[in-house]
């Protein structure tokens, strides 16, 4: 399975929202399953799927270069209140794409 479909098909899973987190959680072993992925952890927390072609897919939003993450970053900026806002972004070595983060350098 490629990165892109595996990404696919775990953003399909995660926009249920009807579902259970239970659900979910079932949905996406039965794809890394499927996918012969395995989990990167940091600190407990997932942090990318590893696909048997030792390519990663990121549990954050990846954006294919600095121009849309710096693009995100702005209009998520724009378009939310309060909540902690991303304020840069960051190339990844794990997915070689780019993601946002609220964390400062
Ligand atoms: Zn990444």
Not at 24 to 41: P, V, Y
Not at 45 to 59: A, E, N
Not at 66 to 92: F, H, M, S, W
Request: aromatic share 8%.
């Amino acid at each position: 399975m490629t990165p892109a479909r595996f990404a696919q098909l775990r953003d399909k899973i995660n926009a249920r929202h009807g579902r259970s987190h239970d659900w979910r959680k079932r949905a996406i072993k039965r794809l890394m399953a499927e996918a012969g992925a395995t989990t990167q952890l940091t600190a407990g927390r997932v942090l990318s799927y590893r696909l048997p072609s030792g390519k990663f897919v990121c549990v954050k939003h990846r954006y294919r270069n600095e121009t849309r993450a710096n693009e995100a970053v702005q209009q998520i900026n724009l378009e939310t209140d309060g909540r902690r806002k991303p304020i840069r972004a960051y190339p990844c070595y794990f997915c070689n794409g780019w993601h946002i983060t609220s964390e400062p350098r």
